[in-house]
């Protein structure tokens, strides 16, 4: 197993565009999470899903933020109509439902918002 | 609301020093604590887990302590290294709800001079 990954490393777009991020868990995991960094913080949760089903939603993910799991494999995060306060390091975790659902990290996908 | 602390934000130590790196968290009633390593523009990769019913966890160099009831947790890194030079991050998961999302500290950032 390959670990966490994520798709892009990095993306470049202009206010206003939409962007999408992939996240491919670990694969016999059933729980996967987002979450937001900016520079010099701790990560911040947004989302999870424990397999196709989202169980839990931060008040950070406004109206323009979606997420989905379609089949309970890999997850998409998509952003309408970005910001320049959207820019930031997006990662993505998965964890089995026990014992200590201890959460492995992707690589991240670097946003910025030009 | 659940807030977790780290002090000091960032340290400097020649190699070879043992160092501790703390964490403080508002509520007691966690699940667990988990120990996490960033490198800059990486994702994050686990070091260690606590179950709220642990006192200690080892792995190498590494020693974690949990002590729920003051809210504190230490990291301790034996026999610094260059390698360790990193940004350390403390997260707790509470009970109740649905057990979903880390909280996170700011971290520390390790800066170990060979």
């Known amino acids: 197993d390959t670990g966490v990954s994520q798709d892009p490393r990095h993306k470049i777009t202009k206010r206003g565009q939409n962007v999408t991020f992939r996240c491919d868990p670990i694969?016999?995991?059933?729980?996967l999470y987002w979450y937001r960094q900016t520079l010099g913080q701790g990560p911040e949760f947004l989302t999870y899903?424990?397999?196709?089903?989202?169980?839990?939603k931060s008040r950070l993910l406004s109206d323009r933020f979606s997420a989905e799991r379609p089949k309970g494999s890999f997850s998409t995060l998509e952003i309408q109509r970005t910001e320049q306060g959207d820019s930031a390091m997006y990662l993505c975790?998965?964890?089995?439902?026990?014992?200590?659902?201890?959460?492995?990290f992707g690589p991240g996908t670097r946003l910025t918002v030009t | 609301k659940q807030e977790v602390t780290q002090i000091p934000a960032a340290l400097s130590v020649p190699e070879g020093e043992n160092l501790v790196l703390n964490c403080s968290f508002t509520?007691?009633?966690?699940?667990?604590l988990q120990w996490f390593r960033q490198d800059p523009g990486k994702g994050l990769t686990s070091l260690l887990l606590?179950?709220?019913?642990?006192r200690e966890q080892t792995s190498g160099r590494l020693n974690a302590s949990l002590d729920k009831s003051s809210g504190r947790s230490t990291l301790y890194i034996a026999a610094s290294q260059p390698g360790d030079s990193a940004t350390y991050l403390c997260?707790?998961?509470?009970?109740?709800?649905?057990?979903?999302?880390?909280?996170f500290g700011k971290g520390t950032k390790l800066s170990v001079k060979p």
């Open positions: 975790a998965s964890s089995s439902t026990g014992p200590g659902y201890e959460q492995y």
């Open positions: 606590i179950q709220s019913s642990q």
């Open positions: 694969s016999e995991h059933n729980r």
């Open positions: 509520d007691s009633a966690i699940y667990n």
């Open positions: 899903f424990q397999n196709e089903a989202q169980l839990e």
């Open positions: 997260a707790v998961r509470n009970y109740g709800g649905s057990q979903g999302n880390l909280i």
